[in-house]
């Protein structure tokens, strides 16, 4: 796997736990607002259940889990 330090964790929250998630995805924040995601299934390791989520759901997030470094999608 490439290491990108520009590249974030596209994150949903587990509607059942609370509990942020990652989607498996990477996005660069620059191109993050123009980018179209269609909607996206993942199965969640806070609630073991699958989620169905949407560019609206997501945010980013560093891979190390740093709040402070989040970016919700508008």
């Known amino acids: 796997m490439r290491f990108d330090a520009d590249l974030l964790q ?23 607002k123009d980018r179209h995601i269609g909607l996206n299934r993942v199965s969640c390791p806070a609630c ?16 190390g889990g740093s709040k402070g470094a989040s970016t919700p999608s508008p």
């Open 48 to 63: 073991k259940q699958i989620h169905t989520w949407s560019k609206k759901d997501a945010y980013l997030e560093h891979g």
């Open 10 to 32: 596209v994150m949903i929250r587990c509607p059942l736990a609370g509990r942020a998630i990652p989607t498996g995805l990477t996005a660069d924040p620059k191109t993050w």
